[in-house]
Antibody, heavy 122, light 107 residues
């Protein structure tokens, strides 16, 4: 069973960089047919895809966040990470790390971390 | 950019009733790219249906998905108490996008 666990500061100051790490167990961030994503959910609101990194290391980002987002991975630690720069209060949200699967013209997000609340405030 | 509109925003039903949730896309969506998730308060979303109509592992057969093109539907044949939650549709294109959600609440 694949498990994902987010870690990182729960409070970030405005204009600073939000940094989160996702540790994966029961699967590999280098395995084929998978991609590793960050999705967020502001309190009381819906889900917003931030971006993902493929098993190959290539990335794809939400155009609305692209200028501020970097997703990377550390295969030796089986982790992937999110950096979101120049944060504002609008970036306050629960951040989920998620595994995606693709194949046969089908895509879906199948395993989710429990989520971690990040609050942007001075 | 594709926009997904879910309706109704809130659906009030009783256990045992049938629920029909709609997801309408502003442009045609490849069926293989249409997914449904369930989310209970304080929890991560759970994969229910992928490729518009395929149930994920462990999902009860009272859940079914249908549709193609721009109109997709999630049906719950007989509601159980644990089915009351928020449901999101999602499409995978160049930028994965979620609908705004339908809250299924107990009447």
């Amino acid at each position: 069973q694949v498990q994902l666990q987010e870690s990182g500061p729960g409070l970030v100051k405005p204009s600073e960089t939000l940094s989160l790490t996702c540790t994966v167990s029961g699967g590999s961030v280098s395995s084929g047919s998978h991609f590793w994503s960050w999705i967020r959910q502001p309190p009381g609101k819906g889900l917003e895809w931030i971006g993902y990194i493929y098993y190959s290391g290539s990335t794809n980002y939400n155009p609305s966040l692209k200028s501020r987002v970097t997703i990377s991975r550390d295969t030796s630690k089986n982790q992937f990470s999110l950096k979101l720069s120049s944060v504002t209060a609008a970036d306050t949200a629960v951040y989920f790390c998620v595994r995606g699967w693709y194949g046969d013209y089908t895509y879906f997000f199948d395993f989710w971390g429990q989520g971690t609340l990040v609050t942007v405030s001075s | 950019e594709i926009v997904l509109t879910q309706s109704p925003g809130t659906l009030s039903l009783s256990p045992g009733e049938r629920a029909t949730l709609s997801c309408r896309a502003s442009q045609r969506v490849t069926s293989g790219y249409l997914v449904w998730y369930q989310q209970h308060p304080g929890q991560a979303p759970r994969l229910l249906i992928y490729a518009a109509s395929t149930r994920a592992t462990g999902v009860p057969d009272r859940f079914s998905g249908s549709g193609s093109g721009t109109d997709f539907t999630l049906t719950i044949s007989r509601l159980e108490p644990e089915d009351f939650a928020v449901y999101y549709c999602q499409q995978f294109g160049s930028s994965p996008l979620f609908g705004q959600g339908t809250k299924l609440e107990i009447k």
